[in-house]
């Protein structure tokens, strides 16, 4: 028995259409009799392997729904720990994708902002300045005050 490398028919756009002939030779089990054929190349396949196929096919499409299913409910966890109310957990082409229902943006990364209370660094930016201001006012004091010692003796 003669062994062939398997024309899977996997090309994106091409169809299988049903087509029940004896004569032809599956070509995945090489039994003859096949019920369908690819309406674009030459690649045929009994009916067996047919609902093999698609077999495998709905189990792997199962298992990547699940798994993206999984994905979803962990982010909107993490969102809803994080307190990212704002934020909604999407799926676009496959990927998990963060909408900001306010803003009517999305991104691919997960969206962590620090905590709403940032008025501590507000306040810390603010303090150098002063300090700056405190110690101008401070040497000019000294300044004036030597100047005015000076003078005076
Ligand atoms: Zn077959
Ligand atoms: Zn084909």
Known sequence: MDFQLIPICSEIDHEMEYKYRSVDICDICSKSGISYRCINCDYSRCSGCHRDILASEEISERLRKGKIKNDIKLAEFKLKE??????????????????NKLMRTYSFEYPYTEPPNNSPDIKTEVRPREQ??????????????????????
């Open 132 to 153: 700056i201001n405190n110690i101008r006012c401070g040497i000019a004091t000294v300044y004036e005050n030597i100047k005015n010692y000076l003078s005076h003796t």
């Open 82 to 99: 994080d307190g990212l109310t704002q934020w909604d957990v999407m799926v676009s082409n496959g990927e998990i994708c963060y909408v």
